[in-house]
């Protein structure tokens, strides 16, 4: 079946470590989206690709780094530089048809906890 | 920051409609109205959109009014697994990113 999946879906890390959160799609979709989403609120932007080997920051990319080396992974690291990783991380990708973005597909999610 | 305006929850009995309003009333000529929902501690599913005339698909209809300044979305027959929060978005078609509100959390009663 075809989708995006997020691993692990519940992360615990010590205050001060870096660690990465994983984004696979097997959808064929070039453009890959990464939310952070808190209790009770809707979601924001953190950071997003059109293409591999490229990557644009988007509403709060402070304390947070991506990577897309290949079309089907987008890697999340957030780094001990985030004041308050504490939250729900999500991936997200779309595909294209004629020439527009069709709507955003959304892994199921991963919920890092930092103590 | 959104462009729309939603109430903060909603409740429908099973098996009946569930109507979920959505004020746009700055919405450009070039921009859609796009609804998902995210049931609890899951990633956001698409529901539909639309540009001026009501759509419908297997899971919702959407009826934009005529000066587009505001929108239902419409689940025919609600169940329990349609309990979830509701977004209502306004954006250009393949726009970067989808700015999310508050949305409606809309509780189905049995």
């Known amino acids: 079946d075809g989708g995006i999946t997020q691993s692990p879906k519940y992360l615990f890390r010590k205050e001060g470590q870096n660690v990465t959160l994983s984004c696979e799609q097997n959808?064929?979709?070039?453009?890959m989206y990464w939310y952070r989403q808190d209790p009770g609120q809707g979601l924001r932007l953190i950071y997003y690709?059109?293409?591999?080997?490229?990557?644009q920051k988007g509403d709060i990319a402070e304390g947070y780094s991506v990577s897309r080396e290949k079309k089907e992974s987008f890697p999340l690291t957030v780094t001990s530089a985030q004041k308050n990783p504490t939250a729900f991380y999500l991936c997200?990708?779309?595909?294209?048809?004629?020439?527009?973005?069709?709507?955003?597909?959304f892994g199921p999610g991963t919920r890092l906890t930092v103590l | 920051d959104a462009k729309t305006t939603q109430p903060p929850s909603m409740d429908c009995a099973e098996g009946r409609a569930a109507n979920l309003p959505c004020n746009h009333s700055t919405i450009s000529g070039n921009e859609y109205v796009y609804w998902y929902r995210q049931i609890h501690s899951q990633g956001p599913q698409y529901i539909i959109h639309g540009l001026k005339n009501n759509e419908t698909n297997e899971m919702a209809s959407l009826i934009i009014t005529e000066d587009r300044k505001s929108s239902t979305l419409i689940l025919p027959h609600a169940t329990l697994r349609d309990t979830a929060v509701y977004y209502c978005?306004?954006?250009?078609?393949?726009?970067?990113?989808?700015?999310f509100g508050q949305g409606t959390r809309l509780t189905i009663n049995p």
């Open positions: 978005i306004v954006e250009i078609q393949g726009a970067q990113k989808l700015v």
């Open positions: 959808l064929n979709h070039d453009a």
């Open positions: 690709s059109q293409i591999v080997n490229d990557f």
């Open positions: 997200a990708s779309r595909g294209t048809s004629g020439g527009y973005y069709n709507e955003q597909f």
